[in-house]
């Protein structure tokens, strides 16, 4: 075994969230030369893949993206936040930042464009952080996620900002 075989994290499936995008307003450009756009995100669900604890099933009941797009216009910075209640009325503060490539695909999502599809995974790479107060839902906390997202845009037009979530799991190998 070399010694770039060990010591790296493994990641386990751990939670799919789809949050829908609601009213987007465009702010401009900013003091930093980044352009911002505000997408509100009201909507959608959290939850947990089979056998991930600790487990739970989360309605997403307030949240907004504060998008900015680097001078270049190569890549844009996600930047959302909201809360989510569990199916047993405990609320989750969520907080994901994620680096999106700017591909062609992307960018008729997110100016409307009438053509715009569904993009896959691969675009927007990102991690979550969690808060919460109910104390069966604490590990979360404590943990690392990261992820993969994607955009998708159903027959009437709108769009879902789906991310599935891997828990960061520290290597236990010694050199």
């Given at each position: 075994m070399s010694d770039l075989?060990?010591?790296?994290?493994?990641?386990?499936?751990?939670?799919?969230?789809k949050i829908h995008i609601g009213?987007?307003?465009i702010l401009g450009s900013l003091h930093d030369s980044s352009r911002t756009i505000h997408f509100g995100m009201p909507t959608g669900t959290i939850e947990t893949v089979p056998g991930f604890e600790p487990a739970f099933k989360?309605?997403?009941?307030?949240g907004a993206d504060w998008m900015?797009?680097?001078?270049?216009d190569k890549f844009s910075r996600v930047n959302l936040r909201g809360v989510a209640k569990t199916?047993?009325?405990?609320?989750?503060?969520?907080?994901?930042?994620?680096?999106?490539?700017?591909?062609?695909s992307l960018r008729k999502l997110?100016?409307?464009?009438?053509?715009?599809e569904t993009?896959?995974?691969g675009l927007a790479t990102g991690h979550y952080k969690y808060r919460v107060g109910?104390?069966?839902?604490?590990?979360?906390?404590?943990?690392v996620f990261v992820g993969n997202a994607r955009i998708i845009k159903n027959d009437s037009g709108v769009m879902t900002v789906e991310t599935r979530q891997s828990l960061v799991i520290s290597s236990t190998v010694m050199d």
């Open positions: 075989d060990h010591g790296f994290p493994d990641l386990q499936p751990a939670i799919i969230s009213e987007i307003q989360a309605e997403v009941n307030f900015s797009f680097d001078a270049e199916d047993k009325g405990h609320s989750i503060d969520y907080h994901y930042t994620a680096v999106a490539k700017l591909e062609p997110l100016t409307g464009a009438p053509d715009a993009i896959p995974f109910d104390p069966g839902l604490k590990e979360l906390e404590n943990n």
